[in-house]
């Protein structure tokens, strides 16, 4: 297990470190220059190490002599990042890059990858004028002594060929990071999560994994990466931008974890904050009033505070509420927050520290959190699965159950009372034929009624059913309510099933017919609702799952998948039988 840790801790550690240059190969030479320089305008000097001082140089020229001849087909391969650059060729200007007029009037400057200039032969006893002028008027990096320390000349090809052997595995692992979060965040809407109270939490965990991604291969592949994608602004942009989305999202996505009503106002706020935020940094950017280089360090300074908020009300949550699932997220993103934090104290005190530290929290953070996640996606596919199996379930039981209330036996029989009754008196034909209608209504209605009723709706239904049996039946049939507690709510024909099996089977098989009670009850947290006949009954062993029994078990089975209620039967023969219902009342009023 160790030997697996240190083999995975050194992985991590290659895909991180951080390199000043891409490494080119053997057939690319580096290329300097010797003569004399000349500092913000001054006198010119003999080049020397401690002259380069990134802090208080602006501008450098060097006239002098290349060591190495550029030959016919090789190309100067430069690193300007931000630096504005004029190179002379026996006082003929041959390059001319990162000027002012490149780019749009809201930047300043763009792109810090290396570039090709195809400046025909250049021999080393021609003289060579290099002028440096920085972009920005400070600069933690030596990018002046970084530019004269990268020289190098070579074919194209050798230059995609070192980036291919050493650099590419960046890119690429960045883009699979934002592969992945495509993946999920196409998911999450094509497949069944909408159908989970918190498929957002995936939906954010994908974006989350995207804007990961694609800061990833932006830091870590700036130094070829306009090669690449010729575009310096776009480039730019995106990289400046990732950090400042990758913060929004991280507020969104632990808004989604979170249970507490509370923390996700909160959450809530701290987005909108942090998003005006954002806006107002874009506002200053676009209008050429600031450069978002210029403000790397607020606005990263800006969202670690805000992660770190992030994580102190994710912990205040885990201990208040024992949610095990915010355990897992303040596990999962400790590591960027650690790195944020490290960004906090370099940007305050100054430190030489490189960004590229970052990379190390991001990668840590979204490992850790497809980890979690896995079992997490697993658990909600199961219960959509489930929630598909039950929804069908149910539709075939309110079939069944309309099917098994509307028997032909059933309607004939009453069909006939009714014809009889027509003859004999018309009033109460009249109000027969009322009852009758309102009890096939209320059959017909259940079918497409999927939400659960009050139960007075049910005794009403089941008063329907009972009118029309006595009119047959007359004074065989006893009916006894003892209701003390009505107000709850189940699922549509649960009880007339019950009492027309009740009669059908149990009381009118006796010649002097019988009495049936139906009573509620409230104990604690439970709702009794029974149904008591003193019929026939019936075997204690007798199995119920035949086709005259039908009505009972689709009664049992809606109970189960509406409302986690339960059905249990007792019966003695030619004692009676008992139906007892029980629900629970927490789950009832919440579903109300």
Known sequence: MAGYIAVGITMVLHLIKYEESIEMIDSVPNISISGLLSIDGGLEQEIAQSNLDPNSIHSI???????????????????????????????????STGQKDEFPSFIQYAGNSFKLFYIGE??????????????????????????????????????????IEHELYHLLFGLTMTLIGILIVTQSFLQSFPKISEHYLIYYLGWFFIIGGIFYAYDSSYKYIDLIFPYPVINTLIDLLSVPTFVLFCLLFSRSAVQSKQLKNYFTGLSSVYSIL?????????????????????????????????????????????????????????????????????????????????????????????????????????????????????????IAIMLSQIQPHFLYNALNTLQYICKKDSVLAAEAIEHFAKYLRGNMDSLSMEHLIPFQEELEHI???????????????????????????????????????????????????????????????????????????????????????????????RLELQCNGALTISSSKNQGTTVIICLNRNWNKDDE
């Open 61 to 95: 020229s060097i006239r002098g002599h290349f060591n190495h001849n550029i030959t016919d087909g090789k190309s100067l391969i430069l690193w300007p990042r931000n630096l504005r650059v004029k190179l002379y060729v026996n006082d003929e200007l041959k390059i």
């Open 278 to 398: 954002a806006l107002a940094i874009l506002y200053l950017q676009f209008s050429g009033t600031r450069d978002l280089h210029t403000m790397q360090d607020e606005y990263l300074i800006i969202g670690g505070v805000f992660v770190l908020l992030t994580g102190v009300c994710t912990l205040y949550e885990m201990i208040k509420l024992r949610n095990r699932r915010v355990l897992k997220i303040i596990i999962a993103t400790l590591p960027i927050m650690f790195c944020l934090s490290l960004k906090i104290i370099n940007a305050i005190f100054d430190h030489g520290l490189d960004r590229a530290y970052l990379r190390i929290g991001i990668l840590a953070t979204s490992s850790l959190l497809l980890y979690f996640s896995f079992s997490y996606l697993k658990k909600t596919l199961f219960i959509v699965e489930q929630e598909e199996h039950k929804n069908l379930e149910l539709q075939n039981a309110h």
């Open 463 to 557: 008063n329907h059913y009972l009118y029309i049996e006595k009119l047959r039946f007359g004074d065989r049939i006893q009916i006894v309510y003892d209701l003390p507690y009505t107000d709850f709510y189940i699922p549509t024909l649960t009880l007339q099933p019950i009492v027309e099996n009740a009669i059908r089977h149990g009381i009118t098989k006796r010649p002097s017919g019988g009495t049936v009670w139906i009573t509620t009850e409230l104990e604690q947290n439970n709702i009794y609702i029974k149904v008591i006949d003193n019929g026939v009954g019936f075997q204690d062993n007798k199995n119920f799952d035949d086709r005259s029994h039908i009505g009972l078990i689709n009664v049992k089975k």
């Open 122 to 163: 250049v021999s080393i006893k021609d003289e060579v004028r290099i002028e440096v002028e920085k972009a920005y008027a400070s600069c933690r990096i030596n990018v002046i002594s970084s530019f004269f320390d990268h020289m190098y000349c070579g074919m194209e090809n050798d230059v995609y060929q070192s980036i």
